[in-house]
């Protein structure tokens, strides 16, 4: 395995190292366990999702915000304000949504039956 920039010796050395790390089995286990995947899994970032119980403050707070940029929008015009705005929206809505169904005390999302 020798790639020439090391000493033979020192090579050897990490040559042994690399051995007995592809032994351990319990290492591997961990390395495979914590792999990051390019992709997120959908399943497991709606379970996040449905699991999100936002605070009374936390809404408040980007309700006051999306006002804001909402008003700014329209008076001003500009689409940097306009853009932010509307990136806000959808999450003060669903945050607002989440935490009304948890008010309520549906612990399904709020599906009507």
């Known amino acids: 395995m020798s790639i020439g920039r090391l000493p033979e010796n020192e090579q050897r050395i990490l040559d042994e190292m690399e051995r007995a790390l592809r032994r ?37 707070a980007l309700l006051a915000v999306s006002v804001a940029l909402m008003v700014a929008g329209i008076v001003t015009s500009e689409p940097g304000v306009i853009w932010a705005f509307a990136a806000l929206w959808p999450v003060t809505l669903f945050a607002a949504f989440r935490l009304m169904c948890r008010w309520c005390g549906s612990t399904d999302g709020g599906s009507f039956r």
Not at 24 to 45: E, F, G, M, Q
């Open 24 to 60: 351990d089995r319990r290492l591997a286990r961990r390395l495979r366990a914590h792999r990051v995947s390019r992709r997120p899994d959908p399943a497991r970032v709606l379970a996040r999702l449905g699991s999100y119980r936002p605070r009374g403050w936390t809404v408040a």
